[in-house]
Nanobody, 125 residues
Framework: QVQLVESGGGLVQAGGSLSLSCAAS????????MGWFRQAPGKERQFVAS????????SYAESVKGRFTISRDIAKNTVSLQMNSLKPEDTAVYYC??????????????????WGQGTQVTVSS
């Protein structure tokens, strides 16, 4: 059984930082893209960041560019999201995702077959 488990969410003041981690088990994602998405109350799921199979190429939503950094440890089968300069509008449940189809960094949610349960990030003003 494939599982993705996120950790590191919490409450932080605007301007602060949080680091999210996602540990995958049940299959390796070496060779495939991994990513982060988020969903705020009453809103649709939104792409945040993705990283390719080699961990060399990344893609970010415009709203987080320059503030968030995605990384992965291929050997440990983990993906992380460092979030700096957080804003209240970053408040959401954050989900990590693993693709079974593509090696490149992609923002297309349908290309990710595996999803974590999510971790809450709340940024107070």
């Amino acid at each position: 059984q494939v599982q993705l488990v996120e950790s590191g969410g919490g409450l932080v003041q605007a301007g602060g930082s949080l680091s999210l981690s996602c540990a995958a088990s049940g299959r390796t994602f070496a060779g495939n893209s991994m990513g982060w998405f988020r969903q705020a109350p009453g809103k649709e799921r939104q792409f945040v960041a993705s990283i390719d199979w080699s961990a060399r190429r990344t893609s970010y939503a415009e709203s987080v560019k320059g503030r968030f950094t995605i990384s992965r440890d291929i050997a440990k089968n983990t993906v992380s999201l460092q979030m700096n300069s957080l804003k209240p509008e970053d408040t959401a449940v954050y989900y990590c995702a693993g693709s079974s189809e593509v090696p490149y960094a992609t923002e297309v949610a349908d290309l990710y077959a595996y999803w974590g349960q999510g971790t809450q990030v709340t940024v107070s003003s």
